[in-house]
Structures are given as structure tokens and as C-alpha cells.
């Protein structure tokens, strides 16, 4: 199907030789596309790459990019002809694969929070993308599309992507996790809060919660 990107036409350095990719500067124009008839896109590649020209502190250009990233994930999900759109959202050094490796694009790390919060509601429907080299990835783009991982990143030739580990029991007693008294949960009134309560009562026997 055909792909979208968001953001200004300039930014695809990493979209794929030979493949049709629509600009639109923001859901808004995309929408508007899509009421003049435009196709819907079965892609929409979103970057969230390097950092305006501004002197504002890093904490502030942090909370404007994760501001802007919820806006592209409310409006996307918020337009039902969007539904069989896959959003791919591409970070370049936003995420560590490895102990020593530094994060270079702090504005753009806490992306990566809470688009994990939205792939965790809406399974299947975003692929987070991190890339060290935006040219290597637009050879490897349409395969890494296709295989579907939620969350990968692309080192050098080395496809990276988040595993379980089995871990070896300590030696000793394990502590109790939690204590006699009430637990409190924060947005328990939402799907993962109803979740972490039932686990909660399920697996460790907590029987006062506060909602």
C-alpha cells in the first residue's frame, strides 16, 4: 500500500529509493487529503529527529516534542479511516541498545516512553524505529516494516530488538514485595491500571487497593 510521511518534505532522507511517499505537514493536512479523496496511507512514517534551531533549555524542547507526539498519536487514532494505518514512528540515537552506549537525542528519549504507553493500548498498530545511520535504514526500512517488531534498533548492520532474559535465582529467601497495607494505583480506571490491579491481587496477594 502506499506510505505517508508526516513532517516537511525535506526530512525522508531515510525513506526507501523507489517507493511513492506523500508529504503532509501535519495530521490536520493528512485529513484534509483524505476528504478530497487521497488514498489512505497503509504506512505513516513520523521522524522525530535532531532539534530545531532554539535556545530554549532541554527540558523544555522535551516536553514540546512529547506534546507534539501525542498529538500525532491522538489525531491518528482519533480518525477511523486511519484504523488499518500502521504509525512508524523513527528516532535517531534516542534509545541505548547496550550499557556504554550514550543517548545523544535527549529531547526525543521520553518519545520513546510514551509511545511504548500507546503501543501497550493499541497492540499491533505502532513499530518504534531507532536508527544510528538514517541512510542504512532506508535499505533495510521496508523489511523491518514488514517483520512487524514493535520496537527495534538498527546498529550499524545489526538489527537490535528488546528480549526477555532468563535470570538465576538468588541463593537466598526472597523478600516480600509488598507489605500489610494498602497499595494505590495511580489511573486505575484505564486498561493497564485494571490490569495491575488484578495482577496485584492474582500473583501477590495484595487485597486493599485504592483506585
Do not use: K
Amino acid at each position: 500500500g502506499d506510505w505517508a510521511l508526516l513532517g516537511a518534505p525535506d526530512q525522508p532522507s531515510f525513506a526507501p529509493e523507489g517507493r511513492p511517499l506523500t508529504a503532509y505537514a501535519d495530521t490536520a493536512a493528512l485529513r484534509r487529503a483524505l476528504d478530497e479523496g487521497a488514498p489512505v496511507p497503509a504506512v505513516l512514517l513520523v521522524p522525530y529527529l535532531g532539534d530545531a534551531d532554539t535556545a530554549d533549555p532541554l527540558p523544555l524542547r522535551a516536553r514540546t516534542a512529547l506534546r507534539a507526539a501525542l498529538a500525532d498519536v491522538q489525531d491518528w487514532l482519533a480518525d477511523d479511516r486511519l484504523a488499518d494505518t500502521r504509525l512508524v514512528a523513527v528516532t535517531r540515537h534516542a534509545v541505548a541498545t547496550a550499557p556504554d552506549e550514550d543517548v545523544t537525542d535527549l529531547v526525543h528519549a521520553p518519545v520513546w516512553g510514551l509511545l511504548r504507553s500507546a503501543q501497550s493500548e493499541h497492540p499491533g498498530r505502532l513499530q518504534l524505529i531507532d536508527t544510528d545511520d538514517l541512510a542504512r535504514l532506508a535499505a533495510v526500512l521496508p523489511a523491518l516494516i514488514a517483520a512487524g517488531e514493535p520496537q527495534s534498533a538498527l546498529r550499524d548492520d545489526t538489527l537490535r530488538v528488546p528480549r526477555l532474559a532468563r535470570v538465576r535465582p538468588s541463593a537466598g529467601p526472597a523478600a516480600p514485595c509488598w507489605g500489610d497495607g494498602a497499595v494505590l494505583i495511580t489511573g486505575a480506571t484505564g486498561t493497564l491500571g485494571a490490569v495491575l490491579a488484578r495482577h496485584l491481587v492474582a500473583e501477590h496477594g495484595v487485597r486493599d487497593l485504592v483506585l
